[in-house]
Nanobody, 125 residues
């Protein structure tokens, strides 16, 4: 059983930066893929970025490429999402998720077993 706790969400102006953290506990993340999803009001949950815990594979949704960066800290059992040049359309609740999807399915929310409670990111124009 993996417990996930997100933090770092806030209100920020357009063009600003935030770093989200996803701290895992209860079990090692070895063998898992860790992703950030986001969900805006009235919209479906979509993947933002993902990273293979044991290895270097990363995934980015097209709209965040070049602006967001996902990274991991083995010692802290934590995955980060560095978000730069934020835009109002980035406003959403951001969730951390852990699963073992095959590469072609990393963007599917139903491929993830464990989810955090979410952290709100609001970008003002």
């Amino acid at each position: 059983q993996v417990q996930l706790a997100e933090s770092g969400g806030s209100l920020v102006q357009a063009g600003g930066t935030l770093r989200l953290s996803c701290a895992a506990s209860g079990s090692t993340l070895s063998g898992y893929f860790v992703s950030w999803f986001r969900q805006a009001p009235g919209k479906e949950r979509h993947i933002v970025a993902g990273i293979r815990w044991s290895g270097g594979n990363t995934y980015y949704e097209d709209s965040v490429k070049g602006r967001f960066a996902i990274s991991k800290d083995y010692a802290k059992n934590t995955v980060y999402l560095q978000m730069n040049n934020l835009k109002p359309e980035d406003t959403a609740v951001y969730y951390c998720a852990v699963g073992k999807p095959i590469w072609s399915a990393v963007s599917r929310a139903d491929m993830y077993y464990y989810w955090g409670q979410g952290t709100q990111v609001t970008v003002s124009s």
